[in-house]
């Protein structure tokens, strides 16, 4: 474990749960919806960053909207041997078992930017690069990709332009050549003061289809920019503009859409500037539910503190991950000799925070899996707020190194019903403990939990 600049916002905003990553500066949110889950790909704003210093991919993911799960780096820019600098705003699609993303890099040989493909078999990775070569090259950036109902799949990207070409079923090769979409004012706004760019469209395009009609939503007349859409009878127009999505707001000058349907619900992943330090860039993801208009527009949404409800409980009987956070003070996480990430750098008074936790009839006892390199300290367990009711304190004693797991057990008494719950983590000076897992046991809701290849575990009911 090494010393890093931690991402880290004062006690006081704790209720908040947007931005949904505080452990990291985050940008560029892609989300994708699989086997009931929400996986979140984004870039990674380095600490301190006075540009778009960006160097790996993250992934994260989500049953309830609110705890996330983080699972590391999966791939970089050093995953594609072609590419010298500039892991930006990418998006990952699922097809015939597999996993594509499509990323922006710098190609080494050309100097421009161009488009990558990396593939993995798990929504998590390890990613690999799929072709070994750029898949397109023209120095434009931002792709997504849209799988029509017939099976054909798109690819657009592009800034000063909006590029498509149509992809292959294999994912990773294309017919046609790269088509440039006319960027006309009825299609795209009409933007005041800048002729050399006459329409509102920017970059970070997401094509999307809903009830027969196709959605392009993209980031509007940089700079700062807004989010804006398009809608069109096919998927490569006629587009028609429709208005604004999100207003200019927040302290990032960029902004960059991602939207997705899940479990009834309509939602809208942005990136902003919230967190202590941030700016535009040192970004981070957020997300707000929203409710298209009866006739498939989209409303104006507001940037929020809050973010989206959550969807459904978590289920404490099972093994949680304890990078699983909904909120947190202090912590960093790193990837775990156990597998998967554990949760490090964690001092005095430092916190991490699950909301919505169903604890039914009450829990018995809890366990976790910790390591430490000094001499420990304990795990506390309130309800509702960091200083809230005291349920539990497990001890962690000193283990010899920050990667030597042990598991400790303590009883717990009070924690009935549904509650937030704050793991308060306190000892002595210095760095204390890495925790990996956790789990209570006893009362109600008790089932067996599907241990995963990539490190975490969920409850059988989140296949269902």
């Known amino acids: 474990m090494a010393l890093l600049c931690a991402v880290t916002v004062s006690p006081g905003t704790a209720r908040a749960d947007n931005p949904i990553v505080q452990t990291i500066y985050t940008a560029d949110p892609a989300p994708l919806v699989h086997n009931g889950r929400v996986y979140l790909y984004t870039g990674h704003d380095e600490d301190g960053s006075t540009y778009f210093t960006m160097k790996e991919w993250r992934v994260w993911s989500s049953a309830d909207l609110v705890n996330w799960t983080d699972h590391g780096s999966p791939m970089s820019v050093a995953t594609f041997s072609w590419a010298s600098a500039d892991a930006w705003a990418g998006q990952t699609v699922y097809r015939n078992g597999k996993f594509y993303w499509y990323v922006p890099v710098k190609d080494r040989a050309s100097g421009q930017m161009a488009i990558g493909v990396g593939v993995s078999n798990s929504p998590t990775g390890p990613f690999t690069d799929a072709i070994g070569r750029p898949l397109v090259r023209n120095g434009e950036i931002d792709p997504t990709v849209f799988i029509d109902d017939n099976g054909q799949a798109y690819l657009y990207w592009g800034n000063p332009n909006l590029w498509y070409v149509r992809l292959n079923a294999d994912m990773i090769s294309y017919s046609g050549s790269p088509t440039q979409i006319p960027l006309t004012t ?91 330090g941030g700016g535009g860039f040192t970004r981070s993801v957020a997300v707000e539910k929203f409710t298209y208009n009866a006739d498939g527009t989209i ?166």
């Open 186 to 276: 009825a299609g795209f706004g009409t933007r005041t003061g800048n002729t050399s760019r006459p329409t509102l469209y920017e970059e970070g395009p997401w094509v999307y289809k809903r009830n027969g009609l196709y959605y392009n939503v993209f980031a509007a007349k940089c700079c700062s920019e807004f989010v804006g859409y398009s809608t069109a009878p096919g998927p490569t127009g006629p587009w028609t503009y429709r208005g604004t999505v999100m207003p200019t707001q927040g302290s990032s000058f960029t902004n960059h859409p991602g939207v997705i349907d899940f479990n009834g619900g309509s939602y809208f992943f942005y990136h902003n500037g919230a967190l202590a």
């Open 299 to 464: 409303p104006a949404i507001t940037m929020t503190t809050t973010g989206a409800p959550q969807v459904g409980t978590l289920n404490p009987y099972v093994r949680q991950e304890a990078e699983t956070i909904a909120w947190e003070s202090g912590v960093e996480t790193e990837p775990s000799s156990e597998g998967g990430m554990n949760v490090g750098w964690i001092e005095n008074g430092d916190h991490t925070k699950v909301k919505g936790v169903a604890f039914g009839s009450g829990a018995t006892s809890f366990t976790a899996r910790a390591a430490s390199a000094t001499s420990g300290g304990r795990i506390e367990l309130h309800l509702d707020g960091v200083n809230g009711a005291l349920v539990g304190a497990c001890t962690v004693p000193g283990t010899g190194g920050w990667q030597a797991w042990t598991t400790v057990t303590c009883p717990v008494n009070g924690a009935t019903g549904t509650h937030d719950l704050y793991l308060k983590y306190t000892g002595g000076t210095g760095f204390l403990f890495n925790v990996n897992w956790w789990q209570f046991n006893g009362g109600t809701g008790t089932t067996s939990y599907l241990q995963l290849t990539d490190g975490f575990s969920i409850d059988d009911a989140s296949f269902q």
